[in-house]
């Protein structure tokens, strides 16, 4: 007979008084990764904890972002792959930067048990709630929520640093009939990844609200990103720049829906004008409204994309096939 097999818990020594900070470091995506909690409800939240316990959470996502940044510091680690969690029930007000001295390739994730929480607005009206300026974060559960003039998510890069490889996956931007941009490129970030997302209901004072825009490109335009298995109705304008000046090159975007708006017509549906080089591939995509440049759809002008095929849209004749798929570039 075999003996027993007797399990014994670990001990974590932990700070004196910094609450839960001698429990492991939970579920992350790389070895030397972390998991920080906020819960700005919960009863144990504080501005003071360590935020590794959910009983003991941070109260917002920059204190978190900090931590993790403190964390790296204070245990040379470089805690890539670090998780922070937040909780189902938040309705986030705040303002966060994630700076260029955070640790690469960690993950804001929306722990929402509906497709609609939690929520994220910037701390005031017109403000950004989330600008990202290191590289590889993902992004991930949220709704977020513009107000006037307001704008969700701004990836600022440079070249081949800054917001390049960010992820945002599986979010809403909610416009709320106000809002100026749901995500904003500034200077030209990189292989970003835009997936599974709902852009609605963008639509500013000047009548210039973009789901996506390219606000800036003076370094370069994005380059080989990413934008599929999106939904975008009744916005100004789904994807574009805002004088037709700046846009991305060799790009995908692919399997993305496209509508013409309803209650708000969209004058730009997908404009790839303003790259400097083009050579983008937009294929399996549903495009509503007329195929046209008059209606909204426009490929990179000066050196014209070499794949605008295989998309859904209605008959226009000498770009779309009589089963309603493009053969060529909108004119």
Known sequence: MGLPQIRHAPTYPGQFGVAGSDVTRGLRWAPEGIVLYVDE????AT????GTDPENPLTTIQLAVTAL????TANAQSLEGSVIVVADEADIGETVTVPATAPESCTIYGAGSTAHRPTWSAATAAGTALTVLQTGWTIEGFTFEAGAEGTSVLLNGTGSTGAYKTTIRNCRFDGLWGGLYGISFVGAPHRVLIEGCEFLEWRSAGGAAFAIVVFDASDSNPYECHIKNNVFW???????SLAADRAWNMSTFTDN???EGVLIPATLLLDLRGGTRGYNTVTDNYFGG?????????ANAAT????WMGNMTEATPGTVGDNGMTIRVPA
């Open 41 to 44: 409800n919960h009863p144990n």
């Open 47 to 50: 501005a003071t904890n360590d």
């Open 69 to 72: 940044e403190n964390f790296a």
């Open 234 to 240: 009744e916005n100004e304008n789904h994807i574009g």
């Open 257 to 259: 829906i496209f509508h």
């Open 290 to 298: 007329a195929y046209t440049n008059a209606g909204g759809y426009y």
């Open 304 to 307: 014209p994309d070499s794949c």
